[in-house]
């Protein structure tokens, strides 16, 4: 073989052996490129949009103000239905339903309340006398509990309960396992599919405690002078029925405006109780915690109130659901106004149908089938 051949051939074999270390070269980088592009990817099924990354750790607030309480629903077809005043008919019917179920227990309660009440006096005159024959312990915390419970007005006693289980439902959002089962039923969403129940629950729901701290304190201060009008029964089937009321009211502004989004707490309940307060006495003197020195008339905060919320419902205000606080507010102003004459004073009829199936029969009652006053 001449020189010139070899040339070639080395030549020729070198040509082949950098094609053979360039194709592992670029095989090797198309897979390092490719592993990259597969983790950025967007995939889609079944209308459901998941992004990889740590979305995850986002927090629940975050996740309420952008998900809203439907994440399994694609975006545009929940904005499609949500603007349909179709879906409201059954909140509504819920509406109306749990309002009149609300009236009748308190009604029925408070029927057994002052029936058992003459067992009740003799009950703690034996316990008072037992008290007397047993001997003091010193430090008991027992009895340091129920001195304190006792001291407080009944009106403040009645509210303990509902505190209690504000309290309750916010430890609840702290847990991680928790969240998907709290937005959907402790938010109230009209494009939400879970309509009704959420009406209810998200009036015990806050997510910040300062917004707790807040609506609870607010309910505290008002509590003796609502339970002293209304009485304890008749104030928990209002607050109850406000809560609802409210966010129905919430459900029509948003589905009629679009603005779409989920909502909780307990100011529109707490609304109601203002509301209340305020138009059975508008002269009373309030003040605000952090600025005592400046007193105003029940009336006139009432009135900034109502005109503070309706602005923030027309204008589009976002920050609190101006909806909900001027549903309840419109809703306690009419229960004093309206509602305790057409409810209230009507529930004689059912006290009687309650008091005959209670004694078995009218001719068991006696003169007492009237029921309480």
């Given amino acids: 073989?001449?020189?010139?051949?070899?040339?070639?051939?080395?030549?020729?074999?070198?040509?082949?052996?950098?094609?053979?270390?360039?194709?592992?070269?670029?095989?090797?980088?198309?897979?390092?490129c490719g592993f990259k592009k597969a983790v950025k990817e967007t995939k889609t099924k079944k209308g459901v949009i998941e992004e990889t990354g740590p979305s995850h750790t986002e927090p629940s607030e975050g996740l309420i103000h952008k998900r809203g309480a439907s994440p399994l629903v694609e975006p545009s077809v929940a904005y499609t239905h949500s603007r349909s005043f179709g879906r409201l008919v059954k909140p509504l019917v819920f509406t109306i339903g749990f309002?009149?179920?609300?009236?009748?227990?308190?009604?029925?309660?408070?029927?057994?309340?002052?029936?058992?009440?003459?067992?009740?006096?003799?009950?703690e005159v034996r316990a008072e006398w037992l008290e007397k024959l047993r001997p003091q312990k010193q430090g008991d915390l027992r009895k340091w509990i129920n001195q304190w419970w006792n001291s407080l007005s009944e009106g403040q006693r009645t509210v303990a309960g509902i505190i209690a289980a504000n309290a309750v439902v916010f430890c609840c959002w702290?847990?991680?396992?928790?969240?998907?089962?709290?937005?959907?039923?402790?938010?109230?969403?009209?494009?939400?599919?879970?309509?009704?129940?959420?009406?209810?629950l998200s009036t015990f729901s806050h997510y910040s405690f300062f917004h707790m701290a807040a609506n609870m304190y607010v309910l505290w201060s008002f509590s003796s002078s609502i339970v002293s009008m209304l009485?304890?029964?008749?104030?928990?089937?209002?607050?109850?029925?406000?809560?609802?009321?409210?966010?129905?009211?919430?459900?029509?502004?948003?589905?009629?405006?679009?603005?779409?989004?989920?909502?909780?707490?307990?100011s529109g309940a707490i609304m109601t109780v203002l509301a209340a307060v305020c138009t059975k006495m508008p002269e009373a003197k309030l003040a605000i915690i952090f600025l005592p020195m400046y007193a105003f008339s029940a009336g006139n905060a009432l009135k900034a109130i109502v005109?503070?919320?309706?602005?923030?419902?027309?204008?589009?205000?976002?920050?609190f659901d101006h909806a909900a606080?001027?549903?309840?507010?419109?809703?306690?102003?009419?229960?004093i106004?309206?509602?305790?004459?057409?409810?209230?004073?009507?529930?004689?009829?059912l006290v009687k149908v309650w008091h005959d199936l209670r004694t078995k029969g009218p001719s068991g009652g006696g003169n007492g089938g009237s029921g309480p006053q």
């Avoid at 305790?340 to 009507?346: A, C, R, S, V």
């Fill in 325 to 335: 606080h001027l549903g309840g507010a419109l809703f306690g102003i009419w229960y």
């Fill in 1 to 32: 073989m001449s020189w010139r051949g070899c040339i070639l051939r080395l030549a020729r074999d070198d040509i082949i052996c950098m094609a053979k270390r360039g194709n592992r070269i670029t095989l090797n980088t198309q897979q390092r």
């Fill in 337 to 349: 106004m309206y509602g305790h004459e057409l409810i209230w004073k009507n529930r004689e009829t």
């Fill in 99 to 123: 309002t009149g179920c609300s009236f009748g227990t308190a009604a029925i309660w408070q029927y057994e309340s002052l029936k058992s009440r003459v067992q009740s006096y003799f009950d």
């Fill in 174 to 200: 702290r847990v991680p396992s928790l969240q998907r089962s709290m937005i959907k039923y402790f938010t109230s969403n009209p494009a939400s599919k879970t309509l009704c129940f959420p009406m209810l």
């Fill in 307 to 319: 005109v503070m919320d309706t602005a923030g419902l027309v204008l589009g205000w976002r920050f």
């Fill in 231 to 266: 009485g304890r029964e008749q104030f928990m089937a209002v607050y109850m029925s406000a809560g609802v009321i409210s966010t129905m009211f919430s459900y029509v502004c948003k589905t009629a405006s679009g603005r779409l989004g989920p909502s909780l707490g307990a």
